[in-house]
């Protein structure tokens, strides 16, 4: 199972992103997706959560409002859109699938790096 996340980078404050991951060596339509996120020094935390057909989301307190995942599984592809970025948005962002907790997950990516800069 592959999951390669990309579209992370350099944002200013107030900026927005999409984040993409594409998924292989799995049945995509059958696996919920998420996002997470490690910020240094931080523990890692959920973003967002997608059920396996995109009709039923879950949004943390801390990007509710401002960000929308999404998917499609005909490019076994899951995205995160982020709005109103703020400098604590910086972080390794995880694309994963197959939730067991909020944190634990069977399959994670390598991560994308975004900096949000004030």
């Known amino acids: 199972v592959q999951l390669q996340a990309f579209g992370g980078g350099l944002v200013q404050a107030g900026g927005s992103l999409r984040l993409s991951c594409a998924a292989s060596?799995?049945?995509?339509?059958?696996?919920?997706m998420g996002w997470l996120r490690q910020a240094p020094g931080k523990a890692r935390e959920l973003i967002a959560t997608i059920n396996w057909s995109g009709d039923s989301t879950y949004y943390a307190d801390f990007v509710k409002g401002r960000s929308t995942i999404s998917r499609d599984n005909r490019k076994n592809t899951v995205y995160l859109q982020m709005n109103s970025l703020k400098p604590e948005d910086t972080a390794v962002y995880y694309c994963?699938?197959?939730?067991?907790?909020?944190?634990?997950?069977?399959?994670w990516g390598q991560g994308t790096e975004l900096t949000v800069s004030s």
């Open positions: 994963t699938a197959g939730a067991k907790t909020d944190t634990d997950w069977d399959y």
């Open positions: 060596g799995l049945t995509f339509s059958s696996y919920a």
